[in-house]
């Protein structure tokens, strides 16, 4: 699974709509991935506060700023 895959599921990953399968796909890039650690993290916590999946939109602009972010912190590992 890729980074982009994880943003595109994470609310049917906490609305616990994802397959099995993508489930454990899901989970396994997690454990790998910081980025995505950090961002499941903050969906955690953006819906703890406001307390429903389906308020907490996740606008086309924040998707792009951390694809962004996945993208550029990728480019950093290759070249270090
Ligand atoms: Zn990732």
Known sequence: MSCKEVVEL???YFEGVL???DTRRF???IEDCVW???????MRLTINTVGRIDEVSISPAAK???LHAFRDW?????SS
């Open 19 to 21: 397959p099995a399968e």
């Open 64 to 66: 792009d700023s951390l």
């Open 10 to 12: 994470v609310t049917d």
């Open 27 to 29: 989970e396994q890039h």
């Open 74 to 78: 990728s480019a950093e590992r290759q």
């Open 36 to 42: 995505c650690a950090r961002y499941l993290e903050q």
